[in-house]
């Protein structure tokens, strides 16, 4: 983690970058080192003490925390606590993204019948219907047998090409050819 210390109307010494340091570690352990960068701005007016933390969060994400007592460790300390707040909050998105992505009978269960039910369809065996023989006869006489039987389709050899080809009945109610490309 890059980190940028800036001190206002304060000189920041060793002792406070080892606090700093040591505070915002804590907080990239939190997010299993997804900070990629921090910058805390410690400043003095008068009575007051402000420490204020910038965290950059792999994905684009950014946490904003200020800590305002008496003292530099309180306001380190209340900053940290409302960062960690913000972090918990982009972690809990983090691993709710990654159970959301995962398959299996969890999801499944979780998605509700609707993907059950479909799941169910797509592993349902092939039922064989009744078997017949592709006669050979053109286009016009399927269309003519199609019209006269109940069948929404017919199966045919094709007299012309001697290739089997299936004529159907539409929505609409017009035929439709199914020929096999060569």
Same mark, same amino acid.
């Given at each position: ?11 920041? /010494? ?5 606090? %700093? ?22 400043? *003095? ?17 950014? =946490? ?6 008496? /003292?530099?460790?309180? /306001?380190? %300390?209340? +900053? ?18 990654? *159970? +959301?992505? /995962?398959?299996?009978? *969890?999801?499944?269960?979780? =998605? ?5 039910? =479909?799941? +169910? ?5 092939? *039922? ?55």
């Amino acid at each position: 983690m890059r980190l940028v210390l800036t001190g206002r109307n304060v000189e920041i /010494s060793p002792a406070t970058r080892k606090l %700093v340091e040591r505070k915002l570690a804590k907080l990239d352990r939190q997010v299993e080192h997804g900070v990629v960068s921090a910058q805390v701005v410690l400043e *003095r007016e008068r009575h007051r003490r402000l420490a204020e933390i910038t965290l950059h969060l792999r994905g684009d994400h950014i =946490a904003h925390a200020v800590g305002d007592t008496s /003292s530099w460790a309180s /306001s380190l %300390v209340e +900053a940290v606590e409302r960062a960690a707040h913000q972090l918990q909050k982009v972690k809990g998105k983090w691993e709710a993204r990654r *159970r +959301a992505g /995962s398959t299996g009978r *969890r999801a499944a269960e979780a =998605a509700g019948p609707v993907v059950r039910a =479909a799941r +169910a369809r797509r592993a349902a065996p092939v *039922r064989r219907g009744t078997t017949y023989p592709a006669k050979p006869m053109t286009v016009d006489e399927a269309a003519l047998a199609v019209d006269e039987t109940e069948h929404p389709f017919l199966v045919f050899r094709n007299a012309d090409t001697d290739e089997v080809n299936v004529v159907y009945r539409r929505k609409d109610g017009r035929l439709g050819l199914i020929e096999p490309e060569e």
